[in-house]
């Protein structure tokens, strides 16, 4: 008998990073209906156009139906993991979007480049970690950019007291984005008036600024996991808890977003589709069976042709449980500005 070679598959430290580096090895996906009635089912979202192909068909002009917004960026997501697997938590996004909707049937590819490292500050008691800014871009299967924006995560060190002297600035990330860019993204074929005309209640002339929507609704996160799988997600803090710093499993930052998106529709039923995101900002960790509440302002307004885009304020805050790592209620996790498009 010959003693078989063992060899660790293992996932990278914060010191394992370096500025320029390019990931390409996430696989391409398909986007099915698998896919979104699983990401309908763990959300509940009740955007129109994703549910309706008859409505989606009249709009779009598409037979195909459309993926969810929030669907298409979990799965570009999920596909910048393997840098990230030892992630304690995703920071921020900026700079989301959407520049070609995606219908069920297109492939996604992402491409993840990491563009600058900082070490955190050394506090007594705490294990060196350091925070990675990676830039991404999807392509659809005609090589299209569908989705460019930047991400945060926080990383762990090799070595807990590591001084690694990498400072990177964070300049280079846009605090804003150019309205005229998101303009520019909405899909010129799509039929607003149609939308209008064939769904009730109010549009975007109806919406009134500085009006913010407390939605007494709120929804208790459960099959986290399941989600951060079914994006490909690779992150060991998603799926087991001895890799999380809080000894219990923490929630993918998606799937709180996609809750605020799921809510937002209650106060807001006819919204067309999101196109970007200005901000999403995680303000703190969210845990399975978290019992989430969301407040949604409306901010500005601005006029196209045939409707127009509404700003957006999502504020999202958690009650959990006394067994929980960080128990309260009222605990701010997410504040998430974006855009959408309405008839």
Known sequence: MTQQQRRAVESPYFEDLA??????????????????????????????????????????????????????????IGQTTTPSQRVMGNLFYRGLVLQRPVFLGDTLRTTTRIVALRQNRARPGRAASGMAVFEMHVENQHGETVLHFWRCPMLPCRDPKAETGRQDSFDAIPSELDLDRVRACVPANWDLDAFRHAVPGGHFADLEVGVTHVIEARDTITAAPELARLTLNVAGAHTDAGASVYGQRLVYGGHTISLAAAQITRALPNLVTLLAWRSCDHTAPVFEEDILRSEVSVEAVHALGSGGLV?????????????????????????????????
Do not use: K, Y
């Not at 002009?61 to 929030?70: F, K, M, Y």
């Not at 067994?323 to 498009?341: F, K, N, Q, S, T």
């Open 311 to 343: 700003d957006l304020h999502a504020r999202v805050f958690a009650e959990r449980s006394e067994r929980a790592p960080e128990p309260g209620r009222d605990v701010p996790v997410l504040d998430w500005r974006v855009i959408a498009l309405m008839a």
């Open 19 to 76: 500025v320029g580096q390019v990931f390409e090895d996430a696989p391409s996906v398909t986007l099915t209906a698998g896919h979104a009635a699983i990401e309908a089912a763990l959300t509940g979202d009740r955007m129109r156009l994703p549910l309706d192909a008859h409505l989606t068909r009249s709009v779009t002009g598409r037979d195909e139906a459309l993926a969810h917004p929030n669907l298409v960026c979990n799965m570009a």
